[in-house]
């Protein structure tokens, strides 16, 4: 009976244990940094058996394609060289990259930018190497070194668009893409050609169809496992930050289209979690550490547009008492006031007691103790310390 009882437990414990150890190695996956996320990338692609499959001479071999997510495009500042910040910033090795990109650029220039798009950039026709070549009238040499470029600067693009965000070196954060508004709607622009890219297209069937006409030697199978599998935790990387960014994007509009603040609407993380059916921890390490230029040119890190509605509250509170003095003039708002002020202004109904409750949380004195301040020249200069981001 001892046992009867102790192996459920036991079958339960190894269940959750087979869900939380893949959950565990993506939310470490999520974590790395862009530029390990490439190289790895980068190693896919260098792969003779990546390439043979993407660039076959026989359409009947093609296995792997490229598909870019929705509204979604390279920026136009991956074309640029910006020699300027070899002497600012120390990277060595960017100086190598970007003599050997000058030489390819002017291969680009020759081939046009519809050309490097279509062949080099998002592969979306089903020529093979050498196909390629002909059609852009280029050597295959010139090729290849065109497809090692794009994956090599992958790696450094935070050289080519580093982040504005100094947070004393405490915290790096990535800037991984720009969102832009065109007459119709919001499209994002990303820094790094592999995310620009979108994912893997793999056909699984031609796989098995390929296998059972022994196209494969024995070596070459067990490298397509391996293969496989990395393309596939890349896509799950790329997918999960591109639904991010879509979320992001639907629920912020009114934010991303003047930058305001207080535009921004709640929205929490648990949410966005049941909305692309993943968990919250994932979330969150996706969110760590990136960020994104809004159309008003403004960087903002990814974990702004989450806000929970306590925080959304606090924060109103925060900027009406901070603007007193262009509300008032000289006169301290009471909470009262302020109470009035966030249902008119914001349609949002609070106690008097609970705004003394979130000022006192944001170290805000009274409106008494404020008045009490001899800051009458300069109202903004209220004795107002901010302890919240």
């Known amino acids: 009976m001892v046992h009867l009882k102790i192996k459920p437990t036991q079958t339960l414990h190894l269940r959750l244990k087979q869900k939380l150890i893949p959950r565990i190695k993506l939310a470490q996956f999520l974590s790395l940094p862009e530029n390990e996320f490439a190289k790895l990338i980068k190693e896919i692609e260098d792969n003779p058996l990546f390439r043979k499959l993407t660039y076959p001479t026989d359409l009947k071999e093609k296995i792997f394609a490229y598909g870019r997510f929705p509204k979604t495009n390279l920026s136009s500042n991956f074309y640029e060289l910006k020699e300027e910040l070899l002497g600012e910033r120390n990277f060595p090795e960017v100086e190598s990259v970007i003599n050997r990109k000058k030489e390819v650029l002017k291969i680009c220039k020759k081939i046009g930018i519809d050309n490097f798009n279509k062949y080099f950039l998002y592969h979306e026709g089903t020529s093979s190497l050498e196909e390629i070549a002909d059609e852009c009238e280029i050597e295959l040499e010139e090729v290849k070194k065109i497809i090692d470029l794009v994956n090599e600067i992958a790696i450094y693009s935070e050289f080519y668009e580093p982040t504005s965000i100094n947070l004393q070196g405490q915290i790096h954060y990535t800037k991984i893409a720009k969102i832009e508004k065109d007459e119709e709607d919001f499209i994002v622009k990303y820094y790094s050609p592999h995310l620009a890219r979108g994912r893997y297209l793999i056909n699984y069937e031609k796989i098995e169809k390929l296998k059972r006409e022994d196209f494969f030697t024995t070596e070459e199978l067990a490298n397509l496992k391996h293969l496989v599998k990395n393309m596939e935790l890349v896509n799950l990387r790329k997918s999960i930050l591109s639904q991010i960014i879509e979320k992001i994007i639907a629920r912020q509009k ?3 289209e003047n930058g305001e603040p207080e535009e921004i609407q709640t929205y929490t993380q648990s949410e966005l979690a049941r909305e692309i059916a993943t968990n919250p921890s994932v979330i969150s390490r996706a969110l760590r550490y990136r960020s994104i230029e809004i159309p008003t040119g403004e960087e903002v890190p990814l974990q702004r547009f989450f806000l929970k509605p306590k925080k959304k509250k606090m924060e109103l509170v925060e900027k009406i ?21 966030l249902k008119e202004k914001y349609n949002l109904s609070l106690s008097r007691r609970t705004i003394a409750v979130y000022r006192q949380e944001l170290k805000i004195s009274s409106s008494f103790q404020r008045a009490l301040v001899k800051s009458s020249a300069n109202p903004k200069n209220t004795n107002i310390t901010n302890t919240h981001e």
């Open 254 to 256: 009114r934010y991303l």
């Open 321 to 341: 008492i901070a603007e007193e003095g262009e509300i008032s003039g000289t006169r301290r708002l009471s909470d009262e006031t302020i109470k009035k002020i």
